[in-house]
């Protein structure tokens, strides 16, 4: 997969691709990445990319002609490619947008908004989609571009050491996860719950799909209203009295 990142601030991403997964996958060939700096197609001497906002008010505005000819430089990959700004305004970034994008797309291209946003023009002609992160401002997209791209390079295939790592994680079936815990077995008094050291893993799993669900009840009960249950597990949940307090959320109410 080849994700291309449009910036007026391209050292930005220097450390942060160069660390962790997301550099593992690109030294592996999944991933590629490129790094473009939207002052290089600007004009004049200043190479300026933003100027007053039309009708007035406060900050400045991404001028349309640098971000176009920015973009017209960036080498297409693939035939499915999509062009997303990175927007306080955008759809709501989730697991399930990450998925999408990773499995029905050859080509990211991210483009990391600044000031008071990017004039509308440029949006309506060449973008497919604006994305946030979260229901706050930051001072640019960088940072949102960032959190995009390693949720999106953990779910390419072999990104991961562990196959099963991506489908576990929090939200991918919209769950939380369950806690976790490692050596030494007594921690400041507290253990480790003895049936984590059963051996028996049909137990094991009952126990943390039931962690997952209290603690989703507890923390995110909207998520629940994307829970699939099998038979097996509503008859856990019932058992654990779990089910009436499941299905409740899922309606949107409190049990």
Known sequence: MRIDLLSIFPDFFTT??????????ILAGILDIGIHNIRE????????????????????VM??????????????????????????????????????????????????????GVDERFTAR???????????????????????VDAVCRLLPGALGCADSAEKDSFSRSLLKHHQYTRPPLFAGMTVPG???????AAVERHRFLESVR???ERRPDLLAGLSLS?????????????????????????
């Open 126 to 148: 060449f973008v497919d989609e604006a994305c946030s992160i979260g229901d706050y401002v930051l001072s640019g997209g960088e940072l949102a571009a960032l959190v995009v």
């Open 195 to 201: 049936v984590l050291l059963s051996g028996d893993h």
């Open 41 to 60: 197609h600007a004009t004049g001497p200043h190479r300026t990319t933003d100027d007053r906002p039309y009708g007035g008010g406060e900050g400045m």
């Open 231 to 255: 038979q097996a597990e509503r008859k856990l949940l019932h058992r654990e009295g779990l089910l009436a307090a499941v299905e409740a959320a899922q309606r949107g109410r409190t049990a």
């Open 215 to 217: 603690l989703t009840l």
């Open 16 to 25: 942060p691709l160069n660390e962790g997964i997301v550099r593992r996958a």
């Open 63 to 116: 001028k349309a002609e640098p971000l176009a000819a920015c973009l017209a430089a960036v080498p297409r990959v693939g035939e499915r490619r999509r062009v997303i700004l990175m927007s306080p305004r955008g759809l709501p970034f989730s697991q399930g947008r990450a998925q999408d994008y990773a499995t029905n797309c050859d080509q990211l291209i991210l483009l990391c908004g600044r000031y008071e």
